[in-house]
């Protein structure tokens, strides 16, 4: 049977497995964070730790979820702030994780309003025990604007306050960024800059997922009213991703120390992570709907596939994709590849006409008395839609053509994908 | 659906459909499939992981839990096992285990996945009774451990009513193969051709080895007086055999009477029609409403127009005509036809096996025969007569076994 080492040194600590809770109710206090343990996480990073004058008050409900015809959960919304439990509730909390779990790591988080803060914080979560800290730069919906999201967005507060908590901590700690911005490259050299070791994106994207018709209010409402907040689980892997491979693209950021977060369910999103350059992984939303026990299979699934490439070491996947992400005006656009049909497969639904009618070049065409597509190369631009939306997955990239006036090339050697098909 | 003796008679899922099927499932809380699964194959777990993507991970799941993994997966009544307390039943209907099950381990073939792995030799032997799926897991949970061990079966080939009884469109003799070659690249040796009783003595056996698992099921078709000695008359357990074997090459008349009406007699109604026997009459002695007979199979013979006269019992027989009376209305019916084949259940044939049975089952309370170094599994021991249980006695009592020669 396959069996892998998933370990990893992340920020100098070695972790079991690169999986974490993200910081979040997902790790709200001891018996969850001890449960995830005992469940096989690598790591914990505790809900976000505050000043002990920042009184939380949250709404009920606070939730949200977007879907998309019978898939219930395809993003999440929270309106939820940092830690509920008292600061002492919380250090105690730490205390007894890492007395029990030593060999797992432990991970705080913490968020302050000023430099004291953040120093009184920081020192407060060395003392208890944590391996690692994380400054939660990020959570957009705090009641504050000394706090959170538009800390992130500004990295001169951010160096500021990473250069407090370097100070009073000789602990590892990574500055967690929010994707509420433009670039975030910015505020994760400052941080660097400030003294961070490493950086973690994304926290949660502001947004309002849903508006009752009626009451004409968003989702969720509280008493009448809503607000714009963060927008977490599947749907926001692309943005994660994009802003992840921005900052290993940056020569400053190139060999940073990145934990990945942002939609992580199954191994394959854990893997897309960890091949754009991350070290380390974190989980909220997958949890927060279907439970710890997620983590089995991502595990698993991440041995076969490290089997499958033929590696032993996880840290020889960490950043294996970035260097095929390329600017847009260096890819070759010299062929178009034609979409083939596999006329066993072909059930005949005519998706990929429509489709290529209402959305692309009018070069499917369809004969009605078979009920079967033929594409019209003197139309087709290569676009693949059809290959999209055909549901048997019929449509794969087929013959390659070069375009007019290129210079010739061998374009069997074009690497393409295997298939169009999504599951 | 395909409806041809030599086709499986339902399809397989493509990786869309395993998706479809596997998101229906709730991953609820305690997945009562998991604690109703005889074999402990652990649905909840496997459904889970193709729901996550890992469909290797779930053919671990389900080939460690249970050997013969693609087998159950095509013969069980999971309307009576896994599938019975589905929560997702309060929405719709249960999730389709059997087929998901199916999927992975065709996945598992596919991608030639080598999951079993087997402990260092302990030095120990242990012989095995039979080659139905009760001898077949002993053996492989056995030798997993490190133990030597070697089958012996009566029959030119292994598989018991894997190979002999359940028809070709439930399972093909194709993955009856794969699943014993499985078992033995574990170093399970086959002596086929051997009749323990005849061939080998049981004495010997006990002696030669450190300890004998009997599982010869119950491998005899049973007949009553009235059918003795009738050359229209075939026993539903020897014609099936000969069905399969021949890959449903065998001459049929245009008439068949079939007398039964369990599994087994919905197995031989079904191979008849799909033969392309123009007339096939089923009588059973239960009334529709006491059936036997799984649902899907109750099913798939009315699909294939067979006619089911419920609740009459023969009386007598001359030739090919059989006259039977109902068993609660005064109602006589006689029925002449080219072909009888009983279904009337099966019979253990413990020749040269000094075991004592009562109702077809051993007499003892545990896996072992008293005080000594002879254990048994299968449809000859205490519970329900599938395959899934022969899985699970034959995990019993290897396990027994283990306990007995001093594993841990
Ligand atoms: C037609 C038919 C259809 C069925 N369909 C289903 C189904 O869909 N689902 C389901 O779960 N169950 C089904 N069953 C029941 C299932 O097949 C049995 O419960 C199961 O095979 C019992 O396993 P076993 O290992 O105890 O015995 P068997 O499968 O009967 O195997 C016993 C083996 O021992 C050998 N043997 C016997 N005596 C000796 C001897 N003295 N020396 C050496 N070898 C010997 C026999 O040749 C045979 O190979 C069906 C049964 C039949 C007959
Ligand atoms: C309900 C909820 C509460 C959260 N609370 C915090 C928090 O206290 N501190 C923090 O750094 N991030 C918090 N987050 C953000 C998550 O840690 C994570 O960055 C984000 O949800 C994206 O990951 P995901 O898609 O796996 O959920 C919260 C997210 C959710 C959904
Ligand atoms: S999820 Fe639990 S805490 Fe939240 S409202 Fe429901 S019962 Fe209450
Ligand atoms: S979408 Fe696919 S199945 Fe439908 S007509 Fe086109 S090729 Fe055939």
Not at chain 1, 203 to 222: A, E, F, Q, R, Y
Not at chain 2, 114 to 123: A, M, R, T
Not at chain 2, 247 to 261: A, E, F, Q, S
Not at chain 2, 262 to 283: C, F, I, P, R
């Amino acid at each position: 049977m396959v069996r892998k080492d998933l370990s990893i040194t992340f920020m100098g600590v070695k972790f079991p497995n690169p999986f974490c809770l993200s910081s979040s109710p997902v790790g709200n206090c001891y018996d969850m964070c001890a449960k995830a343990y005992e469940s096989g996480w690598g790591g914990v990073v505790f809900k976000t730790i505050g000043p002990k004058h920042y009184l939380i008050d949250e709404v009920s409900p606070r939730f949200d979820a977007l879907t998309k015809e019978a898939e219930p959960f395809v993003g999440f919304k929270n309106m939820e702030q940092i830690a509920e439990h008292s600061l002492e509730e919380n250090l105690a909390d730490l205390r007894r994780l890492k007395k029990n779990y030593p060999s797992q790591v432990l991970i705080a988080s913490i968020m302050g309003s000023n430099e004291e803060d953040w120093e009184v914080l920081a020192k407060l979560v060395t003392e208890a025990g944590a391996d690692m800290i994380e400054l939660n730069f990020s959570c957009p919906q705090m009641t504050s604007h000394a706090m959170g999201s538009d800390v992130g967005s500004n990295p001169e507060l951010c160096r500021k306050y990473c250069a407090a908590v370097r100070r009073s901590t000789k602990l590892p700690f990574m500055a967690k960024m929010t994707p509420n911005i433009t670039d975030m490259c910015d505020p994760a050299i400052a941080s660097l800059e400030g003294g961070a070791d490493g950086i973690s994106a994304i926290n949660t994207i502001k947004s309002i997922i849903n508006v009752d018709l009626d009451k004409k209010v968003g989702l969720p409402i509280i008493d009448g009213k809503s607000a714009i907040s963060g927008y977490s689980g599947k749907a926001v892997k692309p943005v994660a991703l994009r802003f992840i491979q921005q900052m290993r693209n940056h020569p400053k950021l190139k060999d940073a120390e990145i934990s990945g977060i942002g939609g992580i369910e199954t191994w394959e999103d854990a893997a897309e992570f960890i091949l754009l350059g991350c070290k380390n992984l974190q989980v909220t939303t997958g949890i927060m709907q279907y439970g710890y026990r997620i983590v089995e299979d991502m595990k698993r699934g991440l041995e076969h596939y490290m089997d499958e490439q033929g590696v032993d070491c996880l840290e020889d996947l960490v950043g294996l994709a970035n260097k095929n992400l390329i600017p847009a005006e260096e890819l070759n656009r010299d062929y178009i590849v034609y979409p083939e049909i596999d006329t066993n497969k072909c059930i005949g639904c005519g998706r990929c006409v429509i489709s290529c009618y209402d959305g692309a070049h009018q070069a499917m065409e369809w004969n009605k008395e078979t009920r079967r597509p033929n594409c019209n190369h003197d139309k087709c631009v290569g676009c693949l839609l059809c290959g999209l939306v055909c549901p048997v997955g019929a449509i794969k990239p087929g013959e390659r053509v070069l375009k007019a006036n290129r210079k010739p090339r061998n374009l069997a050697k074009l690497v393409l994908q295997d298939s169009i098909e999504k599951l | 659906m395909s409806k041809c003796y030599q086709d499986e008679y339902e399809a397989g899922y493509t990786p869309r459909l395993v998706m479809e099927e596997a998101s229906r499932c709730l991953l609820c809380l305690d997945a009562p499939c998991s604690s109703s699964c005889p074999a402990g194959t652990d649905p909840a777990k496997f459904i889970r992981s193709v729901r996550f993507k890992n469909f290797k991970g779930a053919a671990e799941t389900v080939r460690i839990n249970n050997v013969l993994g693609a087998i159950c997966a095509r013969v069980c009544p999971t309307e009576r096992y896994c599938q019975q307390g589905c929560s997702r039943s309060g929405i719709d209907k249960p999730i389709d285990i059997g087929r998901i099950q199916r999927y992975i381990t065709d996945f598992e073939e596919a991608t030639k996945m080598d999951i079993l792995e087997v402990e260092k030799p302990n030095g120990k032997k242990v012989a095995v009774i039979g080659s139905g799926p009760a001898g077949l897991t002993s053996a492989a949970y056995l030798a997993q451990k490190g133990y030597a061990v070697t089958i012996y079966e009566k029959d030119a080939k292994a598989g018991g009513y894997l190979r002999n009884g359940i028809p070709e469109y439930r399972l093909p003799n194709a993955v009856v193969d794969k699943e014993i070659n499985r078992i033995v690249k574990l170093g399970v040796d086959i002596n086929l051709n051997t009749r323990v009783g005849e061939d080998v003595k049981l004495a010997d056996l006990k002696k030669e080895n450190d300890a004998v698992i009997v599982a010869i099921g119950a491998s005899k078709g049973k007949s009553f007086e009235m059918f003795e000695h009738n050359r229209k008359v075939k026993i539903a357990v020897d014609f099936l055999k000969q069905v399969k074997a021949r890959k449903g090459n065998v001459k049929l008349p245009k008439n068949v009477l079939v007398i039964g009406g369990g599994d087994v007699a919905m197995d031989v109604v079904t191979t008849l029609k799909l033969l392309g026997v123009e007339n096939v009459s089923d009588v059973v002695y239960e009334e529709f409403k006491e059936f036997r007979a799984s649902k899907k199979e109750l099913q798939s013979a009315q699909e294939q127009g067979v006619s089911i006269i419920d609740g009459y019992a023969p009386v007598s027989c001359r030739g090919g005509t059989v006259k039977f009376k109902h068993r609660v209305i005064p109602a006589d019916l006689k029925i002449k036809a080219d072909l009888i084949i009983l279904a009337i259940g099966q019979v253990t044939d413990p020749a040269g096996i000094d075991l004592e049975f009562e109702r077809g089952e051993v007499k003892s309370k545990s896996y072992r025969v008293g005080e000594s170094n002879v254990f048994y599994a299968g449809d000859i021991a205490h519970g329900e007569k599938t395959v899934v249980y022969a899985v699970r006695t034959g995990k019993e009592a290897a396990i027994s076994v283990d306990k007995y020669l001093g594993g841990k």
